[in-house]
C-alpha cells in the first residue's frame, strides 16, 4: 500500500543514530585549539536524527512514489528512456572504478585512462568526427562547450565579428541559452511546411556576421532533415559552422553519421543514447566531438595513447579551458562503454532501426483520434496534437498525459516543440515491446473516447496516483523550497 | 467582458490609464485570460527612463514568461508593491488594483497613437494577434 | 548482447501497420549520399558475461582502488556507507527522468526537497537548488549571477581558490565579457591587503574558498568587510564537510555559498559524478539556475512537492534564461541526503573532529622530521600543504611501491610552491597508514 511519506525531518528524534566511525586513535583535544575559535560553529545544523532502519524504510517508502523505466513506459520525447542494462550499473559500482582519486598517478589509474581512451574513439567513429573530449558533465554543458569551440576557432581567425548563432524555432530550449551562455546573439529560424528548416529564411541571414547553426537532426519533430546538404552548403559557404545537437542521435546510429552530414561540432547524451540512467535528473554525460581542425580548441585535459600507456594531455593549443573539474563524469562514461561493448556495431545499428520502427508504429496506430502536423515517416519520435479533441471536448494535453498516469503510463512530453499547438511528443524507444506500444496506443485511443464521454474524467486526472494534481501556482506565488523547525 | 472606457490600449495588450500628466500601466483582462494565474511580476525601478514599446515589466505565469511593452513614454514615478505579495491581483483586477506602474508622461502626443475602448474591444474580440 | 525485445514475426506485423515494406523504407528521406555505408569501426557485440569480464580486467588495472590516499585537493576518501548505495541501486530513484510529472515523482522531489533543506541549514543561505555539475561549475554560475545583480563586469578570485575552480569560472566569464582577476595569496590565505587594493567600483563579486584549498581557514571576517563596503557580493567555496565543526558561511556575510558536495556519500570516482551545491540568500533566488522544489498542495488537500520557479528556466526563458542547465547531478544529491540522514546532527559534527584532529596528527609528526616542515602557521581544516626537502612528484611516485598516494604536488598548478606537497586525511585514514607515510617521507629526506 502506498501512502505518503513523511519528511525525514520529522520522523527525527534527539540522540537517535545511524552512523559508526572508525577509531580515532589519535588525541582529540577541543576544536578551539586547532581551530580559530571565532570560526566554530555554535548551532548546530537541524541535520535528521534517525536510525538506519528508519533511513532505509524512509528511502524505500519514498521510493514507491515515483514512477521510473524498471517499473513501466516511459516514452519521454528527446529524453530516450530505454531501458538501463544492469550489467553496465555492475560495472561502474566495481571498486577499480569507484574508489580512484582522480589525482591518482596515471600509471595507477592505466584502466580508467584506456576506458576513457577507447570510449573516445568509439564516440568518435559512430560521429564520423576526428576528436572527442568527455568532459562535460550533461547535454546543455556539451552545447556549451560547442558553442565555446566555435567562438575559439573564429577568433583565432580574426573574425570576431561574427556575433549570431542561428537557431530552428523546433530546437530544444537549451540550444538558444546554451548559445547566450557563450556569449552569442541567437537569431531564431522558422520551420518549412515539411517540418524542416526553411531555406529562403536561413539563406536571408546567413552571412558573415553568423558564427554557426545548431541543429538538431532528426529534430524535435522526429523529422530528419531532407535538406541537411543544402543546410551545411549554405553555412559553410559563409565562414559559419555546424553544430549537431544529439539529443536524437538514437535515430541515426551506424545509419547516417553527422560528421558526414557535415557538422563540425556535436555533443552526444551518454544518458540518452548510450543508455545510462537519468537518476531523476542526472548525472548524465554530454561528450563533445569535432573535426580535425577543431581538436586544438577542445578542452583540457584529453585523454592520449602512447602506444604503451595512457596519459592526460594537458597541452591543447588554443584550447577554450576547462569546462568542469577533472574529466567528467567518469562513472557515466563506465556504463557507456559498456553498453557500446555488449552492443557492437551491429546492435547500436539495431537499436536506431527499431526505435524508429516503434515510433512509426504508435504514430500509425493513434492517428484515427489524433493529429500530425507534418505527414511524414517519423524517426525515433514523433510529435501529434489533440486538435479535434480540444476543440470538440475542451479536453487539452496536459489532461490526456495526466489521464495516461492513471493507465500506470509516463505521459510523453508536452507542449514541445512550441512551434505545435498542445504538442505531444513520443518517443518510445527500442527497449519495448510491441505489447507496450500496444498497450500504449490503445489508452490514447480510450482517453480520446474518453475526452468525448466524460470530459471530467480528464479534466480531474489523475485519479489513482497517490497525489492529485498539484497547486503549482501556489508554489511559484508563495515558494517553499525548505522545511524548517516547527513548520 | 467590457473594458474600461477611460483607459488607453496597444496591440499588445497593455492598457495606460491617463491622470493629468500621469499614466498607470497595467495588462489588460485579454492578457490576463491568455496567462493564466499569475505568479510573478518584475517591476521596472522607480526613476528609471521608458520609451514607448520598451520592456517595462515581466509577467510569470507557472510555465510562460511575458514581457509587458510600454504604452507610453515616460519617467517611472510609482511602482504597484501590492502585487509582489499578490501578483494575482493582475488576474482578479487588471484594470484597477493590479495596475504595474504609473509614469510621468514626456510626450502627451503618444497618446493618440493608442487604441481606444471600441478599436482594442474589435482588437481583443479577433484573437488580438501580434503578442 | 541487445536488448530489443520485438521479435522478426512482430516487426512483420508493425511494419504492415505502418504501410512500408521495410525498415528502410522509413529511413528514405536520407539523402543516400549521406547513408552511412558498410560497417563502424567498433569491437564486435559480446555477451553480458563476456562484457562483466572485460570491465572486472579493466577495474583491475586502477591499482590506485586499495592504496591509502592522501591525496584531497577536490575529492575526497570519505567512507560512503552501504545504506548510500542501497537507496542509489533502487531503481525507482535512479531509472527516473528530471520529475516533470509530479503525480508520479514525490520519491525524486520530496528527496530534493529535504537536500535543498540540509543544504540551507548547514550552510545558512535561504535557497539551494537540487544541484549543478559540481563545484566550480556552480562557482562559475554564481559569479553570472552577482553580475546580473550588481551589473557590475570584474569577478575577484582568490588564488588560494581550487586551480579548477578557478579554470571554470575562467571559461564561463568568457560568454558574459567578464573580466576574471586573481587576489594573490599571503601567508596560504587571501592577501586582503591585495583584495582591498583590488576592490574597485567594477567589482560584482569576489570569490573565495573556505577552507581554501590549501586547507587553510580564510579571514572570512576582514574579507567580507571590505567586500560589502565595495558593494559587491561575496561567494564562498566550502568544502561542506567542515561545517561540522565551522560556522555557516552566513554568518559571516556570505550571500551565495557554492560547494563540492562529493564528500557527502559520493565516491571519489576519478572525478565524476560530483555534486556541485549552489545556495543563495533570498535576493538572489529569481536569479539561481537549476531546478527547484516547493512545497504545495494537491487537489485532495495532501501535502506534495512540485518543480517551481520554472521560469528561470531554459526550457521557458530560452535565450533569457538564468542558465543553459538542464540535466543536473540528481542522484549525487540524493547520495548526499541520505548519506547526511544517515550521519545526522551529532554525526557531521562528530566526523568532521575526527578529520580535524587526525590531520593536526599527521602534520605535527611530519613538521618533526628531519626536511620538512609545514608551508604556514595559519590554521587549516584536514589538510595542509608541507615543504619537502625533495620533488613532491619524487616522492608521490616513489611511495606508489608502498600502495600509499602520498599527496597533491602543489607545483603542478602553483610554480612557486614547486616544493610543496598538500596532503589531506579524512576519518578513514587509520594511525598505522599515516605512520607508513611518515616512515615513507623519512626515507626519502
Known amino acids: ?91 561502474a559500482n566495481l571498486p577499480g572504478f569507484t574508489d580512484i582519486h582522480p589525482y591518482a598517478p596515471e600509471e595507477t589509474v592505466q584502466g580508467a585512462l584506456q576506458l576513457m581512451y577507447e570510449l573516445q574513439e568509439y564516440l568518435a567513429e559512430i560521429a564520423g568526427m576526428d576528436k572527442v573530449s568527455l568532459q562535460p558533465a550533461a547535454g546543455a554543458h556539451g552545447e556549451l562547450t560547442g558553442i565555446h569551440i566555435i567562438r575559439a576557432y573564429h577568433k583565432s581567425r580574426n573574425e570576431a565579428a561574427r556575433t549570431k548563432i542561428l537557431i530552428p524555432d523546433s530546437a530544444h530550449g537549451t540550444n538558444p541559452a546554451s548559445g547566450v551562455l557563450a556569449g552569442f546573439q541567437t537569431v531564431q529560424i522558422p520551420s518549412d511546411s515539411r517540418g524542416g528548416v526553411d531555406i529562403e529564411a536561413l539563406e536571408k541571414v546567413m552571412d558573415e556576421t553568423v558564427a554557426g547553426l545548431m541543429l538538431t537532426n532528426p529534430n524535435t519533430l522526429g523529422l530528419f532533415d531532407e535538406n ?18 544529439g539529443a536524437n542521435a538514437n535515430a541515426i546510429m551506424g545509419i547516417a553519421r553527422p560528421g558526414d552530414m557535415g557538422f563540425d561540432v556535436l555533443h552526444f547524451n551518454l544518458h540518452k543514447t548510450f543508455s545510462t540512467p537519468h537518476g531523476g535528473g542526472g548525472p548524465g554525460s554530454g561528450p563533445v566531438a569535432v573535426k580535425k581542425e577543431l581538436a586544438q580548441f577542445l578542452p583540457v585535459p584529453v585523454v592520449e595513447f602512447d602506444g604503451q600507456k595512457y596519459y592526460l594531455n594537458y597541452d591543447v593549443p588554443n584550447t577554450v579551458g576547462r569546462m568542469k573539474s577533472f574529466y567528467g563524469n567518469f562513472l557515466v562514461m563506465v556504463k557507456a562503454y559498456a553498453y557500446i561493448r555488449s552492443l557492437g556495431p551491429d546492435g547500436l545499428r539495431e537499436a536506431s532501426q527499431d526505435a524508429v520502427l516503434n515510433a512509426n508504429y504508435i504514430l500509425r496506430r493513434i492517428l484515427e483520434y489524433y493529429d500530425l502536423p507534418y505527414d511524414r515517416h517519423c524517426k525515433h519520435e514523433f510529435v501529434v496534437s489533440p486538435q479535434r479533441i480540444k476543440k470538440e471536448t475542451g479536453c487539452h494535453t496536459m489532461d490526456i498525459s495526466k489521464r495516461l498516469l492513471d493507465y500506470g503510463v509516463h505521459p510523453p512530453t508536452n507542449y514541445f516543440p512550441l512551434i505545435v499547438d498542445e504538442a505531444i511528443m513520443v518517443e518510445p524507444t527500442e527497449t519495448e515491446s510491441k505489447e507496450t506500444l500496444d498497450y500504449f496506443a490503445d489508452a490514447l485511443i480510450a482517453i480520446a473516447k474518453e475526452a468525448y464521454s466524460n470530459p471530467e474524467m480528464l479534466h480531474k486526472a489523475p485519479h489513482t496516483t497517490v497525489v492529485g494534481r498539484l497547486d503549482e501556482a501556489g508554489a511559484a506565488k508563495n515558494p517553499r523550497i525548505r522545511w524548517q523547525k516547527g513548520m | ?57 515581466t509577467v510569470e505565469s507557472v510555465k510562460a514568461v511575458s514581457d509587458c511593452y510600454a504604452p507610453l513614454s515616460g519617467k517611472v514615478v510609482e511602482v504597484n508593491e501590492n502585487i509582489n505579495d499578490s501578483p494575482d491581483l493582475l488576474n482578479k483586477d487588471p484594470h484597477g488594483e493590479g495596475w504595474i506602474c504609473a509614469v510621468e508622461i514626456s510626450d502627451p502626443s503618444e497618446v493618440n497613437k493608442l487604441m481606444d475602448v471600441a478599436a482594442y474591444e474589435k482588437h481583443a474580440a479577433e484573437g488580438g494577434g501580434h503578442h | 548482447m541487445n536488448y530489443l525485445p520485438n521479435t522478426p514475426k512482430d516487426r512483420e506485423e508493425m511494419l504492415k501497420t505502418i504501410g512500408v515494406k521495410s525498415i528502410e523504407e522509413l ?15 567498433l569491437p564486435a557485440a559480446l555477451s553480458e558475461s563476456e562484457v562483466a569480464k572485460l570491465m572486472r580486467e579493466l577495474a583491475a588495472k586502477n591499482t590506485a582502488q586499495d592504496f591509502a590516499t592522501f591525496i584531497g585537493a577536490g575529492a575526497y576518501d570519505h567512507y560512503v556507507p552501504a545504506v548510500v548505495r542501497h537507496v542509489l541501486g533502487r531503481s525507482e530513484f535512479y531509472t527516473a527522468y528530471t520529475p516533470y510529472q509530479p503525480e508520479v515523482s514525490q520519491a525524486v522531489l520530496q528527496s530534493i526537497f529535504e537536500y535543498q533543506t540540509m543544504i540551507c541549514e548547514l550552510t545558512g543561505m535561504d535557497a539551494a537548488n537540487a544541484s549543478m555539475y559540481d563545484g566550480a561549475s556552480a562557482a562559475a554560475e554564481s559569479v553570472t549571477i552577482a553580475s546580473g545583480l550588481t551589473r557590475r563586469k570584474t569577478a575577484l578570485v582568490s588564488r588560494s581558490v581550487h586551480p579548477e575552480t578557478r579554470g571554470v569560472t575562467e ?94 556519500g559520493n565516491p571519489m570516482a576519478f572525478g565524476g559524478p560530483f555534486l556541485g551545491i549552489l545556495a543563495v540568500k533570498n535576493k538572489y533566488l529569481r536569479r539561481m539556475p537549476g531546478r527547484l522544489v516547493g512545497e504545495t498542495t494537491d487537489n485532495r488537500g495532501q501535502r506534495g512537492f512540485v518543480l517551481t520557479l520554472q521560469t528561470r528556466e531554459q526550457h521557458i526563458r530560452r535565450e533569457r534564461a538564468t542558465s543553459n542547465i538542464c540535466s543536473n547531478e540528481a542522484l549525487n544529491a540524493l547520495a548526499a541526503t541520505v548519506y547526511l540522514s544517515w550521519l545526522g546532527k551529532e554525526g557531521i559534527k562528530e566526523l568532521a573532529e575526527h578529520c580535524v584532529a587526525k590531520a593536526h596528527y599527521l602534520a605535527d609528526a611530519i613538521s618533526g622530521l628531519k626536511g620538512y616542515e609545514l608551508a604556514w602557521k595559519t590554521p587549516f581544516f584536514n589538510e595542509f600543504a608541507v615543504k619537502c626537502p625533495v620533488d613532491p612528484e619524487k616522492i608521490v611516485k616513489s611511495l606508489v611501491e608502498k600502495k600509499i598516494l602520498a599527496g597533491y604536488p602543489l607545483g603542478r598548478t602553483y610554480p612557486e610552491l614547486k616544493d610543496h606537497l598538500l596532503i589531506a586525511v579524512t576519518e578513514k585514514r587509520t594511525k598505522k597508514e599515516m605512520d607508513d607515510l611518515l616512515a615513507g617521507l623519512e626515507g626519502l629526506a
Not at chain 1, 541537411?228 to 549537431?244: D, N, R, W
Not at chain 2, 491617463?18 to 499569475?38: P, R, S, V
Not at chain 3, 576592490?199 to 587553510?216: H, K, M, T, W
Open chain 3, 171 to 264: 571559461t564561463y566569464a568568457k560568454g558574459h565579457d567578464i573580466t576574471v582577476k586573481e587576489v594573490p595569496f599571503e601567508n596560504g590565505v587571501t592577501s586582503v591587503k591585495e583584495l582591498e587594493k583590488m576592490l574597485s567600483g567594477d567589482v560584482a563579486c569576489v570569490v573565495i574558498q573556505q577552507p581554501n584549498f590549501f586547507g587553510n581557514i580564510e579571514p572570512v571576517d576582514e574579507i567580507s568587510s571590505k567586500v560589502q563596503a565595495a558593494g559587491a557580493t561575496l561567494i564562498v567555496q566550502v568544502n561542506p564537510m567542515s561545517l561540522g565543526v565551522l560556522r555557516p558561511p552566513a554568518e559571516y556575510g556570505a550571500e551565495i555559498v557554492v560547494g563540492e558536495g562529493q564528500v557527502f
Open chain 3, 27 to 41: 529511413f528514405s528521406d536520407i539523402p543516400p549520399a549521406l547513408r552511412f555505408k558498410g560497417d563502424m569501426k
Open chain 1, 1 to 91: 500500500m502506498r501512502r505518503l511519506e513523511p519528511l525525514i525531518f520529522e520522523i527525527s528524534k534527539p540522540g537517535r543514530k545511524a552512523y559508526s566511525l572508525p577509531a580515532l586513535e589519535v588525541e582529540k583535544k577541543p576544536m578551539s585549539e586547532y581551530l580559530p575559535a571565532g570560526e566554530l560553529r555554535t548551532t548546530p545544523a537541524e541535520l535528521p536524527e534517525v536510525s538506519e532502519v528508519d533511513v532505509v524504510r524512509h528511502f524505500t517508502r519514498l521510493s514507491q512514489l515515483n514512477h521510473g523505466v524498471d517499473i513501466g513506459f516511459y516514452p519521454l520525447g528527446s529524453c530516450t528512456m530505454k531501458y538501463n542494462p544492469k550489467i553496465n550499473e555492475e560495472a
Open chain 1, 228 to 245: 541537411i546538404e543544402k543546410i551545411q552548403e549554405i553555412v559553410h559557404k559563409k565562414g559559419g559552422l555546424l553544430y549537431y545537437d
Open chain 2, 1 to 57: 467582458m467590457t473594458y474600461p472606457v477611460n483607459l488607453k490600449y496597444t496591440e499588445t495588450h497593455e492598457y495606460a490609464k491617463i491622470e493629468g500628466n500621469k499614466a498607470y500601466f497595467g495588462i489588460t483582462h485579454y492578457a490576463q485570460d491568455q496567462l493564466g494565474d499569475i505568479v510573478f511580476v518584475e517591476l521596472p525601478e522607480v526613476g528609471r527612463e521608458i520609451k514607448a514599446g520598451e520592456i517595462f515589466a
